[in-house]
């Protein structure tokens, strides 16, 4: 159900029920069949003032009646009114459309909000309930600056101010709930109204049935319609752009326009709209994008994969979405690029792509950056490949060492000796517990001194006797008598 407001005077007045829509075009009002594309006009509305021009419908499918509200066009505002036809149920099929016997009355709008009575909002504020036969069953008196109202459902209205929009149920006479939008100028609901669209010049709020606001939409240019889809996307239109939002926000664009037009369904790929001139329009979009996002947002994870493996999704747009929304794992679906693939799986944690990834790089930063996240993961295999393409040498031997991989520890002391890298050459026989190869470190660096004392408390007595008497007498320093051995500890794994 839709309805509009004030200040779309370029808008066609029009009311979907089911798979129709009821549209004023030349003061006859017509009926548009979806899918068949049949459009027939139903009745001839009757003259009036020629500042009043028709902008919102309110269909009664049981009494089979229809509310035509005007708006008043002249500069100096001036009166405006509502009136009620009844619609023959012949008449749709008859080739002579007769003039409406509709009963006309002063006010600003009127709604259905049940099957024999329906809500007016006078031009002094109050709120009249009258039933079919136009009698006023029950006045009530509304504060707050009550400029217009919307349908709402069985026994409900909207109620709008300049600053505000209140769910109001008449039999109660209370206000439910309340949202503070200002300058709202049309209301749309779901399907299902559990949610629906307040639309102002250049904002649209997402609000769930209770007036709770699930999301902000802004826009550069006016917003001219909406209509929900079966699965909940609402669709818009601003005058160049065929849009979509879904219930948190994420919103995008579906196609460009050729000419602004005003949305009156959305039914799969196909969009009923009428333009300017109330002529019917079919437009077909491709749903893809918001259905996607639409399956992310509903955990449909079956539906994301299979759309994944057949969909058209392409575009750095889409790789963006799924990383900002935390979903990298799918993104690397969609990219092919190395760098791309590499970040994506560094951020989902996938040490396998990020390791296909950084062969294809060969860069000493990923490499880095790989060893990090594997080391994170405990993937020790993968950070010693990382250590050893970015010759971190010092890394890849305490690597070896908490490991308990001796072999390679070994291999590391030999590496560093070939390279003539001292300290890394005396750090491994640290490591490796290898007294007789750190002497040997000790002594070609010229420290023999150290070399004695090293040896002397390891219990390498000849050794340490060949230095001593290599060192003059008050050279050779004192052993301390409680000094230990300095071995590393058996790795436990």
């Not at 031009?123 to 217009?148: F, M, N, W």
């Not at 369904?265 to 437009?283: H, M, Q, T, W």
């Not at 996002?293 to 079956?302: E, G, N, P, R, T």
């Not at 060949?466 to 058996?490: C, D, F, M, R, W």
Request: hydrophobic content about 35%.
């Amino acid at each position: 159900v839709s309805t509009q407001s004030t200040g779309e005077r370029e808008r066609p007045a029009s009311v979907v029920h089911e798979n129709s829509v009821f549209f004023i075009k030349d003061r006859f009002l017509r009926k548009y069949t979806f899918g068949s594309g049949k459009d027939v006009a139903v009745l001839q509305l009757k003259h009036g003032d020629s500042n009043c021009q028709p902008n919102c419908l309110s269909y009664n499918p049981a009494e089979s009646s229809i509310i035509v509200s005007t708006i008043n066009s002249s500069k100096s505002g001036g009166t405006t009114y509502y009136e009620v036809y009844q619609i023959g149920k012949d008449r749709g099929d008859r080739s002579d459309v007769q003039m409406g016997e509709g009963k006309r009355m002063k006010g600003v709008t009127a709604v259905w909000v049940a099957r024999n009575r329906y809500a007016a909002l006078d031009s002094a504020g109050k709120l009249l309930v009258k039933s079919s036969s136009h009698e006023t069953t029950k006045t009530v008196e509304l504060t707050g600056g009550i400029d217009y109202i919307y349908y709402a459902g069985t026994g409900t209205v909207l109620l709008r101010n300049p600053e505000s929009v209140s769910l109001y149920d008449i039999q109660q006479k209370i206000t439910v709930a309340s949202v503070r939008i200002p300058k709202v100028v049309r209301v749309v609901w779901s399907n299902d109204m559990s949610h629906l669209a307040l639309l102002c010049k250049r904002t649209i709020a997402i609000c769930t049935r209770k007036l709770e606001l699930k999301a902000t939409i802004h826009e550069s240019v006016k917003i001219k319609s909406a209509a929900w889809n079966e699965q909940g996307v609402l669709i818009y239109t601003t005058a160049n752009h065929i849009k979509y939002t879904l219930h948190n926000g994420d919103n995008g664009i579906v196609r460009t326009l050729d000419l602004p037009i005003y949305i009156s369904a959305v039914k799969g790929n196909s969009v009923y709209c009428l333009d300017r001139e109330a002529k019917p329009r079919v437009l077909t979009i491709d749903s893809t994008e918001f259905k996607f996002k639409l399956a992310l947002v509903d955990k449909k994870y079956d539906e994301v994969l299979h759309m994944v493996r057949n969909a058209n999704l392409y575009g750095q747009a889409i790789i963006a979405y799924l990383q900002k929304k935390g979903y990298p794992e799918v993104a690397l679906h969609f990219v092919k690029d190395p760098k791309t693939r590499f970040n994506l799986a560094v951020e989902c944690g996938n040490i396998e792509v990020a390791m296909s990834a950084a062969q294809q790089l060969d860069d000493p930063a990923v490499w880095e950056k790989l060893s990090e996240i594997a080391l994170q993961q405990g993937n020790h295999q993968v950070v010693e490949i990382a250590y050893q393409r970015t010759k971190n040498f010092e890394k890849l031997s305490f690597l070896y060492l908490i490991t308990g991989n001796m072999e390679k520890l070994r291999k590391m002391q030999k590496i560093a000796e070939h390279r003539g890298d001292t300290n890394s050459h005396y750090q491994n026989t640290l490591y490796t517990g290898d007294v007789a190869e750190r002497v040997k470190v000790l002594k070609n660096v010229g420290q023999r001194g150290l070399a004695y004392l090293c040896a002397k408390t390891h219990g390498l007595e000849e050794e340490a006797a060949a230095i001593a008497a290599s060192l003059p007498p008050e050279q050779i320093p004192q052993v301390t008598e409680n000094a230990k051995l300095l071995k590393p500890g058996v790795p436990i794994m």
